[in-house]
C-alpha cells in the first residue's frame, strides 16, 4: 500500500497550498496588490504537478483497479476522476481572471470568487479520496493488486512519478515559497533556485561516517541521554523522532560538543571526537542549524553568513554564499538588514545557510520545520531532499515525524534518553508503535 502513503503526502502538500491562497485571497481582500509571479507559480505546479502527474496515476492504476474489483467504486470515483478532467479547464480560467484582476482592481472581485471556490473544491475532492476512496481500497484490493499499483507509484525512472519528475515538482514548489508573501512565504521578488541535483552516495553500502556508542548525559542529577547508540553512513538521511523531552535536543546538542558527555564514545571521519571542544568538531565537518535557529539578530544576514564559513579559506566564501543566495534569494535581497529583522521562515533559511556555510560533512538539522507556516514546512522538506540528493550526510530531528521518516534512509525512535526503534524510515512509518504514538494514526 505503498501509493496510499504516497498520495497521502501529496495531499498534505495540496492542503498546504490551498490554505496558503486562501490566506493570499485574504489579504487581497484587505487591499494587497495581486502578485502574478505568485500565482503563477501556482498555477505552474498545480497544472505540472496535480493534472499532468498526480491525478493520471490515481487514474490509470488506482481507480482502474479499484473499479475492476468492486462495483462500489464507482459510486465513490465517478465526482473524483470528474473533478480530475475539470481540473485544467478551471485553472485556465483562474489564469485568465487572474491576469485581469492584477490590472484591473474592479475585476479583483470576481477573481477571488473562483478562488475561494477552487480551493473550496480541492480541499473537498482531498477529503473525499481520504475518507472514502481509501478506505475502500484498503478492502477491495488484494495484495498482487498493490504490486502492481506500488510498482507504478515507486518507479523511479517514470517520466510522470519519478527522480527526474519529483526534482521538477520540488523546483516548481521552491518558486511558491520564494515568492509567497511574506506572511505565509519567503516573500522574495525573485524565485532562485534549489542547488542542482548531484550524485548521491550509496549510503546503504557507504561505510559509517558517525558512529555512537553507549553516550550518556545528564543535567545535574538527571540523566538526559542513556546509553545512546547511533550510526551514521557517509550519503545518508537519519531522522530521530520522539515526544518532547525524549533527549533528542540534548543528543544534538551532545554532538556539537555544546553539552558535555558523561561516558560513552563518539567517532567521526575514523577519529574518536569525544574529547574535542565544539569548535574543533566544526572544523571537521561536524555543522549544525540550532533549535529555535539562534540567528545572530544584530548583525546582518551577510555577517550571519560569513561567521558560518569562519574555519573556511577566504576565497571559497563568496562562491559559497552566492550559493546559498541562489538557494533563499529573500537572502541576498535583505543582506545588508539585521538578522532580527527577518520573519520566522526567513531565519530558517539563514541558519541552514549559515550551517551549509561551513561545507559540512555531517549536517545537523533540529527542528528545522518548528513554527513555520504551512507552505514552508513543506519547503523545509523540499530543501533536505536536495542537499541528500546532493550526497550530503544529514542527521534530522524533526517535530513532524512522518515527513522526517518519509525522507530518512534510516530512523531512530527516543523515548526518555535511550533509543526504543530502529530501522528504515518506511519500515518505522508501517510500525504500529511508531504509528501510534508519533504519527497520530
Not at 502578485?35 to 498526480?54: G, I, K, Q, T
Not at 575514523?270 to 566544526?282: A, F, N, P, V
Request: aromatic share 6%; hydrophobic share 40%.
Amino acid at each position: 500500500m505503498q501509493a496510499l502513503r504516497i498520495i497521502s503526502e501529496d495531499h498534505s502538500n495540496l492542503w498546504r497550498l490551498t490554505t496558503t491562497i486562501d490566506h493570499v485571497a485574504g489579504e487581497i481582500e484587505e487591499g494587497a496588490p495581486v502578485d502574478p509571479r505568485f500565482f503563477n507559480s501556482v498555477f505552474d505546479y498545480l497544472e505540472h504537478f496535480v493534472d499532468r502527474a498526480h491525478h493520471p496515476k490515481e487514474d490509470d492504476f488506482l481507480f482502474r483497479i479499484m473499479r475492476e474489483r468492486s462495483s462500489r467504486a464507482a459510486g465513490i470515483l465517478d465526482p473524483l476522476q470528474q473533478d480530475h478532467r475539470n481540473g485544467p479547464d478551471q485553472l485556465s480560467t483562474l489564469r485568465a481572471l487572474m491576469i485581469e484582476a492584477s490590472l484591473h482592481a474592479d475585476r479583483r472581485a470576481e477573481f477571488l470568487k473562483n478562488l475561494r471556490l477552487f480551493t473550496t473544491r480541492q480541499k473537498s475532492h482531498i477529503s473525499a479520496e481520504e475518507r472514502y476512496a481509501m478506505p475502500l481500497a484498503r478492502e477491495i484490493l488484494r495484495e498482487s493488486d498493490w504490486a502492481e499499483i506500488d510498482a507504478a507509484f515507486l518507479d523511479r525512472e517514470d517520466p510522470l512519478f519519478g527522480d527526474t519528475a519529483r526534482a521538477e515538482f520540488a523546483e516548481l514548489f521552491h518558486r511558491i515559497a520564494s515568492l509567497a508573501p511574506e506572511s505565509v512565504g519567503l516573500g522574495a521578488r525573485t524565485a532562485g533556485a534549489l542547488a542542482a541535483t548531484g550524485q548521491a552516495a550509496q549510503a546503504a553500502q557507504a561505510e559509517p561516517l558517525l558512529r555512537v556508542r553507549n553516550l550518556e548525559s545528564w543535567y545535574g542529577r538527571i540523566q538526559a541521554l542513556k546509553g545512546i547508540d547511533i550510526e551514521v553512513r557517509r550519503g545518508e538521511t537519519v531522522a530521530l523522532v520522539g515526544a518532547n523531552g525524549a533527549g533528542k535536543t540534548t543528543f544534538m546538542r551532545t554532538l556539537s560538543g555544546v553539552q558535555p558527555m558523561r561516558a560513552g564514545s563518539i567517532e567521526f571521519d575514523g577519529i574518536d571526537i569525544s574529547k574535542l571542544r565544539s569548535d574543533m568538531r566544526m572544523r571537521r565537518g561536524i555543522c549544525q542549524s540550532p533549535e529555535g535557529r539562534q540567528v545572530f539578530g544584530p548583525l546582518s544576514i551577510e555577517d550571519n553568513l560569513r561567521l558560518g564559513a569562519y574555519t573556511q579559506p577566504r576565497e571559497q566564501v563568496e562562491g559559497d554564499m552566492e550559493k546559498i543566495f541562489t538557494m533563499f534569494p529573500i537572502l541576498k535581497e535583505k543582506r545588508r538588514l539585521p538578522a532580527g529583522t527577518l520573519s520566522g521562515g526567513q531565519q530558517q533559511m539563514l541558519a541552514i545557510g549559515r550551517a551549509l556555510m561551513g561545507r559540512p560533512k555531517l549536517l545537523l538539522l533540529d527542528e528545522p520545520s518548528m513554527g513555520l507556516a504551512p507552505l514552508l514546512v513543506q519547503e523545509v522538506f523540499n530543501v533536505v531532499r536536495s542537499l541528500k540528493a546532493q550526497g550530503m550526510t544529514i542527521l534530522l530531528v524533526e517535530q513532524n515525524a512522518m515527513a522526517a521518516l518519509a525522507i530518512a534512509d534510516r530512523g531512530y525512535v527516543l523515548e526518555t534518553g535511550s533509543v526504543t526503534l530502529t530501522g528504515t524510515g518506511q519500515e518505522l512509518i508501517n510500525n504500529e508503535q511508531v504509528r501510534a504514538a508519533y504519527l497520530g494514526m
